[in-house]
């Protein structure tokens, strides 16, 4: 079993305004994880603290992730793994630290 390494995670609250004049939130979340051929990443979400979490996205190539389904005057709890899909989640790694976003 291929050993994972921590994963540090970040957040960040976007608002922007449309043509209509509608307000569109999204967040950012970008993560540092040391570099290893064949790892995915998965996205936890959940609406308190410490969870339960729900699965938003698997199989995130990249470092980076959009969460354009949040809606306006929620908190949003976030954790990232990490993990090979050749051999599921006896090689997936802890979740990250959570981050909280709050949507205006």
Known sequence: MKRMAGLLLVTLVMCYQL???????????KWKASASQGVKYGIGRGTKSGGPYQQLAV????????????????????????????CGTKCQSKPSNQVKATIP
């Open 19 to 29: 043509a209509d004049g509608a307000v569109k939130h999204q967040v950012s979340l």
């Open 59 to 86: 199989n995130i190539s990249g470092l980076t992730y959009q969460d354009t389904t949040v809606v306006t005057k929620k908190s949003y709890y976030y954790v990232v793994v990490a993990y090979y899909p050749s």
